[in-house]
């Protein structure tokens, strides 16, 4: 009978683990299963972080903000992402002297390059009539008539992502009609000069091309070249190319530092001059 005792005695120690195995074994399971949704979750986020990354500052390319995205920059525009299609801009630091309002429209993607349209309207006569005085911040003669002006620009963008890179080219034309008595003289200034040309003639056509991507961790380039040309005005046209060091710490920030050069030609010849460039900018 000891005998018999003792044996079923051993039985049960040699059970007792697998038993108290098989009780552990939905708590192991249940533990298991949460860590496999943290990591999905922390998967899903570095997967929204790097589309964010992705999709941040990218205002000259034919690429969107994301949907309900606002960036703003210190001298940049104030954007948002509208919907998948669309995204709105302003320009802040002109809107109360030159009201304006710019729209890009996506029209999908075509063997493997992003499609786009940005049709920006400003309406500067404000601005010109606070410029035409004498003193300080007078650049048009006083005595000069500044007629009702609603300038027009559409741009047709297409961009190819080439790995971390974006290459972007742009094709576009702006006009500006305008009411009423107008002795409008040019503003012959570099950087200026091409974007009101279309004010004081009929049309200025322009072109664009222009690059952005990492160079190693947050550190990435911006550079481009643009060409402008004014139909009908003889000598006249004008060379931008620009290039800077962007530093981006997150989606929401980025510094960037560079320059600007400008060759131009003028209805009294030709100027060369080179600027500094600076931006800050937000994203929320």
């Known amino acids: 009978m000891a005998k018999r005792w003792i044996g079923m005695g051993a039985l049960l120690m040699l059970l007792m683990p697998a038993l108290a195995s098989a009780q552990e074994a939905p708590g192991v ?84 390059w992003h499609l786009a349209s940005k049709h920006q309207l400003t309406y500067p006569t404000l601005l010109f009539r606070l410029m035409a005085r004498e003193g300080i911040g007078g650049i048009l003669p006083a005595d000069r008539a500044v007629p009702h002006i609603l300038s027009l620009q559409s741009e047709l963008l297409v961009t190819r992502e080439v790995g971390a890179h974006k290459v972007s080219l742009g094709l576009g034309v702006q006009v500006a009609p305008r009411v009423g008595e107008s002795q409008l003289v040019s503003i012959d200034l570099p950087f200026v000069y091409p974007r009101t040309a279309a004010m004081f003639g009929w049309a200025t056509g322009i072109m664009s091309v222009h690059m952005q991507g990492p160079i190693a961790g947050k550190l990435g380039y911006e550079a481009d070249v643009r060409a402008f040309t004014y139909p009908g005005v003889d000598g006249a046209f004008a060379v931008e190319q620009g290039a800077a060091l962007r530093l981006t710490t997150s989606p929401g920030f980025m510094a960037q530092l560079g320059y600007r050069l400008s060759y131009a030609g003028y209805p009294f010849g030709t100027m060369f001059n080179i600027a500094p460039t600076l931006e800050l900018a937000w994203g929320f």
């Open 29 to 112: 399971e249940a533990e298991v299963e949460v860590e496999a949704e943290a990591e999905a979750e922390v998967a899903s986020e570095e997967g929204n972080e790097a589309n964010a990354t992705g999709r941040a500052f990218v205002g000259d390319t034919a690429l969107l903000s994301e949907v309900g995205r606002w960036e703003v920059g210190l001298f940049g525009p104030l954007r948002y992402g509208l919907s998948e299609k669309m995204e709105l801009a302003v320009h802040p630091l002109l809107f109360f002297v030159a009201p304006n309002a710019q729209l890009k429209v996506s029209h999908g993607t075509r063997g493997g």
